[in-house]
């Protein structure tokens, strides 16, 4: 996988690309600023960029600002944020149009568990911390939203939630693609997702599963 990386400490950048690539990974440009960053992004037409939030000139959110810039103009890119803390100003937009990782540099505990988000982001799926999940929508609920689900539309929605397609979901279950898209159907209507567009649909309900009680 051909990948870029966006993060202004030294010490960090070079350690990531270091055991980006021991894993086989090819890390095709690194930058230390916003701007290196997208222009990177540009001339090396990588997998995966990797992007602290944090990034000079302003290091404020200028990594997320620069993030949601390379999603317009690089709409099949796998983008994951790194970062100390939880920004959602940005990230909402992000999450909502896929091919999207948000992780804590803090809670990363497990490399083969980081690898595994960097591939589903890439492949086209979402990596999102739990803390992330839940600042996103506005902190847990006491009830449970899943409780009118069945037992095969909860199998359906962890499978959304792990990023895998309804073709993915189909041959996962030993379903048919029709009978995924009435499980996903269902599911929406059940947690009051029918009314709005399509990809945000899928999100909110994954974003739901993830933060359940």
Request: glycine content about 8%.
């Amino acid at each position: 996988m051909r990948i870029v990386i966006g993060e202004d400490s030294a010490l960090f950048r070079e350690g990531l690309a270091r055991l980006l690539s021991d894993a086989g990974h090819e890390v095709v440009a690194k930058a230390q600023d916003a701007p290196g960053l997208i222009a990177a992004v540009a001339s090396a037409s990588p997998d995966l960029a990797i992007i602290d939030i944090r990034m000079p000139p302003d290091l404020t959110d200028d990594g997320a600002r620069a993030a949601r810039q390379i999603r317009d103009s690089h709409p099949e890119l796998g983008i994951v944020l790194l970062s100390q803390h939880v920004e959602t100003r940005h990230s909402v937009d992000l999450v909502s149009r896929g091919r999207f990782g948000y992780m804590l540099k803090d809670r990363v505990f497990d490399v083969d568990d980081f690898f595994d988000a960097l591939q589903r982001v890439a492949a086209g799926g979402s990596a999102l911390d739990p803390e992330v999940v839940a600042r996103l929508i506005g902190g847990r609920r006491a009830d449970d939203p899943l409780a009118s689900l069945s037992a095969r539309e909860r199998e359906v929605l962890a499978l959304m939630a792990e990023g895998r397609t309804n073709v993915g979901i189909a041959r996962r279950l030993w379903l048919t693609d029709r009978t995924v898209e009435t499980h996903v159907s269902s599911i929406l209507a059940k947690l009051g997702l029918a009314n709005s567009e399509e990809d945000h649909r899928r999100v909110l309900a994954v974003l739901l599963y993830l933060n359940r009680p």
